[in-house]
């Protein structure tokens, strides 16, 4: 069993940055690996990032790629999800997630563990 807590959401203007945090416990956290997805209202649910367990594989939704960069701190229990450049179109709530059979995803289907969501709205 996973609990994931996501964290850092917020107001922003056009071309600012976030660092969103996404806290687990239970499992032992280095053995799980934890996608970024985010959801807008009206549209599916988007792969945004993906790390694997140990922090040496990630990878990237292609509209996020070369902005948004995800990282991991196993002793602290935290993935992170730093947004850098951020556009309207960024705006969407944005849950963590995490699965433990170590390959890594970039389909929310695969993943068993979901937070509650953080919103991250931008404006133009």
């Known amino acids: 069993q996973v609990q994931l807590v996501e964290s850092g959401g917020g107001l922003v203007q056009a071309g600012g940055s976030l660092r969103l945090s996404c806290a687990a416990s239970g499992r032992t956290f280095s053995e799980t690996v934890v996608g970024w997805f985010r959801q807008a209202p009206g549209k599916d649910r988007e792969f945004v990032a993906v790390?694997?367990?140990?922090?040496?594989?990630?990878y990237y939704g292609d509209s996020v790629k070369g902005r948004f960069t995800i990282s991991r701190d196993n002793a602290k229990n935290i993935v992170y999800l730093q947004l850098n450049s951020l556009k309207p179109e960024d705006t969407a709530v944005y849950y963590c997630a995490a699965k433990t059979d170590l390959t890594y995803a970039t389909e929310s289907r695969y993943y068993r563990y979901w937070g509650q969501g953080t919103q991250v709205t931008v404006s133009g």
């Open positions: 790390i694997r367990s140990r922090g040496s594989v990630t």
